[in-house]
């Protein structure tokens, strides 16, 4: 026989292991009458691309506000009316669809080879002639002055790479971009625009305070003018985003295709 003590030691063990065994539920973050927002839901909408751009405090309140106004549109009967339900059906079977379609091509990944998208260019070269001057640059942002000029004067005695790898635990340095082609519209303010179209190819300019704090050094590598057809080498990102954008078209063309005849399935037109 098992002593009284004995008997508590062991149900308390055993309620300890299920606790353990019990899934810990996500702290939640808001909740409004029977809508909760979690920490672990907010991880994965903030992940999601659709919310790209979106910080922690930004998401919060945008959920806050659709579910006071989701809440409302509930009393006032909105959710159980005809149109209602047929927008939420078709929107339903179009979001199943494009996360089929993402999971898809996520699992079939693309990666042409350089002379798939050279002979892709130069079928549809005319289609990446520039329809405005365009400037392709390095442009490194910094949050403080000094270091901004340091490095300006690293980039005129060296080189774009050399100058990058130079400052690459350099914590003021809070942006760089390399060899990306800019419109005179995507160049603001405007104290950055006039110092671009000034510049000859390969020279830097000087440190640029766009923002109060916010410091920018600009090298020009090429000027692109409008009516001209590019270098494949210079629009080669533009050429591989455009050519795999048409290879997954057709692949998610083939897979329809492949899914009527493996499932026999009749479309009847009317």
Not at 118 to 145: G, S, T, V
Not at 228 to 251: S, W
């Amino acid at each position: 026989m098992l002593s009284s003590s004995k008997k508590i030691f062991i149900l308390l063990l055993l309620l300890l292991f299920a606790c353990s065994k019990e899934e810990k539920k996500s702290r939640e973050l808001v909740r409004i009458n029977d809508a909760v927002l979690t920490e672990d839901e907010l991880r994965i909408a903030l992940s999601d691309s659709r919310n790209y751009g979106k910080n922690r405090e930004e998401y919060i309140n945008d959920w806050i506000e659709q579910q006071i106004l989701y809440q409302q549109a509930v009393d006032e009967g909105i959710v159980n009316g005809s149109e209602y339900n047929l927008i939420f059906e078709t929107t339903r079977k179009k979001l199943a669809s494009s996360m089929l379609l993402e999971k898809l091509i996520e699992e079939n990944k693309f990666e042409p080879g350089s002379e798939e998208l050279e002979n892709y260019f130069e079928e549809y070269k005319n289609d990446f002639r520039f329809d405005n001057d365009e400037y392709r640059l390095n442009i490194a942002y910094f949050n403080n002055q000094e270091k901004a000029a340091q490095f300006r004067t690293l980039l005129i005695e060296s080189d774009w790479d050399k100058a990058l790898n130079a400052y690459r635990l350099e914590t003021s340095l809070t942006a760089t971009v390399s060899s990306e082609i800019y419109s005179d519209y995507r160049l603001q303010p405007v104290n950055l625009q006039r110092a671009v179209q000034v510049l000859m190819p390969g020279e830097v300019s000087i440190v640029l305070e766009t923002e109060p704090m916010k410091f920018v050094v600009v090298q020009l590598l090429e000027k692109l003018y409008e009516g001209d057809i590019p270098k494949f080498e210079t629009v080669l990102n533009e050429v591989k985003a455009r050519y795999i954008i048409v290879k997954n078209k057709d692949f998610v063309k083939q897979y329809i295709n492949k899914l009527i005849e493996d499932h026999n399935i009749e479309i009847k037109r009317y």
